[in-house]
C-alpha cells in the first residue's frame, strides 16, 4: 500500500477576549459583554473550500451556565449548516465550562468559502441570554483545507 501526500493549507489562530473590541450586543442587561471583534491579526487568506474547527478552548468560568459560542464576519458554506435557534450566525461550539478547559472538541467543523479574513466576531451567551461579565475566554481556532478526494463536483 501507498500513500500520496497532499500538500494542504492548514492556519492557526488564539482569540483571546481580552484582546478584542468587547460590545454588551445582545447580552441581557447588566450580564457583560457579549460580542468580541478581533482584527488584530495577520489577513488569513483561505484559497480553497476550507474546514474552520475549535481546537481548543478555555475560561475563567466556574457556573454550571451553558455558553455558546457563535461566529460572525466569516464567510461559510450556507448550504451544510443547519441552526434551529432561528440566528442565522453558526454556532461554533456549546459548552458548560464549570471551570475547566476542552480540547479536542467534538469533531465538528464549519465548511468556510474562499475568501480574506480580516475581522472575526464571536458572540457568546449562556442559555439565559447573560454575557461573560469580566470572565476571560481563549479559544484556538484551526482552518484546514479540504482534501479534494472528498469534495463535491
Do not use: H
Not at 492556519?11 to 457583560?32: C, F, H, Q, R, W
Not at 480580516?118 to 479540504?146: F, P, V
Request: net charge negative.
Amino acid at each position: 500500500m501507498s500513500y500520496l501526500y497532499q500538500k494542504k493549507s492548514y492556519k492557526k489562530i488564539i482569540l483571546n477576549t481580552e484582546d478584542a473590541v468587547a460590545s454588551v450586543g445582545k447580552a441581557s442587561s447588566g450580564t457583560g459583554n457579549s460580542e468580541f471583534s478581533f482584527t488584530k491579526f495577520n489577513t488569513i487568506s483561505v484559497k480553497e473550500p476550507s474546514y474552520l474547527k475549535v481546537d481548543g478552548i478555555s475560561a475563567d468560568i466556574t457556573t454550571d451556565a451553558v455558553w455558546s459560542v457563535k461566529l460572525d464576519k466569516v464567510n461559510y458554506n450556507k448550504a451544510s449548516y443547519y441552526n434551529s435557534d432561528l440566528n442565522g450566525l453558526p454556532t461554533i461550539i456549546t459548552r458548560c465550562f464549570n471551570g475547566k478547559s476542552s480540547l479536542n472538541l467534538d469533531g465538528v467543523a464549519l465548511e468556510v468559502t474562499p475568501q480574506e479574513i480580516n475581522e472575526i466576531k464571536l458572540i457568546i451567551l449562556d442559555e439565559d441570554g447573560n454575557g461573560i461579565d469580566s470572565a476571560k475566554i481563549s479559544i484556538q481556532i484551526c482552518i484546514e483545507e479540504i482534501p479534494r478526494d472528498i469534495m463535491p463536483n
